[in-house]
Antibody
């Protein structure tokens, strides 16, 4: 059974940093692209970032480019999102999602974690 | 501003067929497969369709199709447990980003 478990969310002040983690199990982690998708309270889904199976291809939404960094450790079956210079508009549930195939694009998402909440407030 | 446009809401009675649409352009839907994701009561999303293929465990009353720059998700035989928000998504090569639709709330009357 595929499981994606996010952690690292919490309350953070504007301008500060936070690192999210996603622990994956139930599939061959290093064979698939992985992504972060977020949802602000009462809003729709927004793709944040994605990384190919071997970290050779990485992409970011314009809204986070230059502030967020995605990475993965295939030996630990883990995905990360380093979030710097956080803003109020970054407040959201952050979901870890598994890509259908190895590459970042143009493939779709097949499994989702339960999400971790990031609250940005002073 | 979302790159993909969906109806805000769709409703139907139990057993009825409902169709949700997702409209984009040649840079996204016109070029790539579309995924559909169900979100019940603000819980975690669940994938209910890849293009026109059904993920394992999803009932076959769900079906997907695409024509030009519009994709559709049809629920044939609406059930109470289908009440949820549904989002479409695909890759957009001009944006070099995955894009989501605005979301459709399905209500079972």
């Amino acid at each position: 059974e595929v499981q994606l478990v996010e952690s690292g969310g919490g309350l953070v002040q504007p301008g500060r940093s936070l690192r999210l983690s996603c622990a994956a199990s139930g599939f061959t982690f290093d064979a698939y692209a992985m992504h972060w998708v977020r949802q602000a309270p009462g809003k729709g889904l927004e793709w944040v970032s994605g990384i190919s199976w071997n970290s050779g291809d990485i992409g970011y939404a314009d809204s986070v480019k230059g502030r967020f960094t995605i990475s993965r450790d295939n030996a630990k079956n883990s995905l990360y999102l380093q979030m710097n210079s956080l803003r109020a508009e970054d407040m959201a549930f952050y979901y870890c999602t598994k890509g259908q195939y190895q590459l970042l694009s143009p493939h779709l998402f097949d499994y989702w974690g339960q999400g971790t909440l990031v609250t940005v407030s002073s | 501003q979302s790159a993909l446009t969906q109806e805000a809401s769709v409703s139907g009675t139990v057993g009825q067929k409902v169709t949700l649409s997702c409209t984009g352009n040649s840079n996204n839907i016109g070029s790539y497969a579309v995924g559909w994701y169900q979100q019940i009561s603000h819980g975690a999303p669940k994938t209910v369709m890849f293009g026109n293929s059904l993920p394992s465990g999803i009932p076959d009353r769900f079906s997907g199709s695409k024509s030009g720059t519009t994709a559709s998700l049809t629920i044939s035989g609406l059930q109470p447990e289908d009440e949820a928000n549904y989002y479409c998504s695909t890759w957009d090569y001009s944006l070099s980003a995955h894009v989501f639709g605005t979301g459709t709330k399905v209500t079972v009357l």
